[in-house]
């Protein structure tokens, strides 16, 4: 039950075409905001709590849109669960994460010597594509099992 009873007034074109509009404006927002906190993280070394705010509203978007695409089914738009496609989108985020610890290694004078970078970038690269690897088998294997059930679902339906 909806609290706010409103009528359309716009046919399926208009709709599909506002639909598209938001969903890029959702992905930019999306992408900005990620950007935002990093930027404000490390080029302007603003403390975690300076951004919280913000790192919050990400993670709602975040959280809610895999929840929303798992259930749906849906894995991704440009490729299908694999582990051709856990090994790149791993790779990604491993390269990412090794880009901040350097970057946040150098700024704190973390680094002694050229080991001490090298030894915590294959730390955090080695973990972060671990656990991204994992987490995306684990939604792959959650998405090949759900599209088996809404495919059973639309096969007893045109049975009847």
Do not use: N
């Amino acid at each position: 039950m909806s609290i706010f009873r409103w009528k359309k007034v716009v046919d399926e074109r208009e709709e599909m075409e506002m639909m598209r509009v938001e969903h890029y404006m959702f992905w930019f927002a999306f992408w900005a905001l990620l950007v935002s906190i990093f930027v404000q993280l490390l080029a302007m070394r603003a403390s975690f709590l300076q951004v919280a705010g913000e790192w919050i509203v990400f993670m709602l978007m975040a959280v809610g849109t895999v929840i929303g695409e798992l259930k749906g089914g849906h894995f991704d738009y440009i490729s299908r669960p694999g582990i051709r496609s856990y090994l790149k989108y791993s790779a990604v985020a491993a390269v990412a994460s090794m880009g901040v610890v350097l970057i946040r290694g150098i700024e704190g004078g973390y680094y002694q010597k050229p080991l001490d970078a090298v030894l915590s970038l294959l730390i955090s690269g080695i973990f972060t594509a671990g656990l991204t690897f994992l987490c995306l088998a684990a939604a792959g294997a959650f998405v090949k099992r759900r599209r088996r059930k809404l495919e059973k679902e639309f096969e007893e339906e045109d049975e009847d």
